[in-house]
């Protein structure tokens, strides 16, 4: 089974808006990343974040981490049409390496 | 730095040959990642090296495949004999450290088993 789950699969949104997607995990972990992907490229890393921290930022970017809820959620705001593409979440379970999950699918309309 | 160097990007065989596909890590970091995407399975972690040895492969999915790291700036990913179920697009990836930064991945080399 997965250890870092996407939701949604998918999500449509008008340029401007914010987009929020989320991430579930299973077992404790040491950082969560979160990547992109655009179409037929390769990932692009976009922010690690430790379990430690709650709250990191990058530009557009917001991501927080809820480590008792095993949950982490990235926030891309005022979304641009580049924004459109694949976003990975990614955890390494304590000893193991990072495993991701299937992702989300980002549209963002003009 | 040119970052994560992949070869080829395109590759179309036939069921039955051997496929190598190589990469060439961003210099200075010491883990490298393969990595295969398909549509069904998303991606998965097939092997990575630390200081070119070796470290988890249990993601390699069988005998057929094997990767080595002679050096530190260059590792190969071998299939033989392929099938069309290898089909996927395969990405190599390198790190500083694992868990201490993100992973730089390459632009990927798309396989195609016919």
């Known amino acids: 089974s997965q250890q870092g789950e996407e939701d949604p699969q998918a999500l449509s949104i008008q340029e401007g808006e914010n987009a929020t997607m989320n991430c579930s995990y299973k077992t404790s972990i040491n950082n969560l990343q979160w990547y992109r992907q655009n179409s037929g490229r390769g990932l692009v890393h976009l922010i690690l974040?430790?379990?430690?921290?709650r709250e990191k930022h990058s530009g557009r970017l917001r991501v927080t981490l809820d480590t008792s809820k095993k949950s982490s959620s990235l926030l891309i705001t005022a979304s641009r049409a580049a924004d459109t593409a694949s976003y990975f979440c990614a955890t390494d379970a304590r000893g193991q390496n990072f495993v991701f999950g299937p992702g989300t699918r980002l549209s963002v309309l003009p | 730095d040119a970052g994560v160097i992949q070869s080829p990007r395109h590759e179309v065989t036939e069921m039955g040959q051997e496929v190598t596909l190589r990469c060439k890590p961003i210099s200075g970091h010491d883990y490298l990642f393969w990595y295969r995407q398909t549509m069904m399975r998303g991606l998965e972690l097939l092997i990575y090296f630390n200081n070119n040895v070796p470290i988890d492969d249990s993601g390699m999915p069988e005998d057929r495949f094997s990767a080595k790291m002679p050096n530190a700036s260059f590792s190969t990913l071998k299939i033989q004999p392929s099938e069309p179920r290898d089909s996927a697009v395969y990405f190599c990836?390198?790190?500083?450290?694992?868990?201490?930064?993100?992973?730089?991945f390459g632009p990927g080399t798309r396989l195609t088993v016919l």
């Open positions: 974040i430790r379990s430690n921290e």
């Open positions: 990836a390198s790190s500083l450290g694992a868990g201490v930064a993100g992973e730089f």
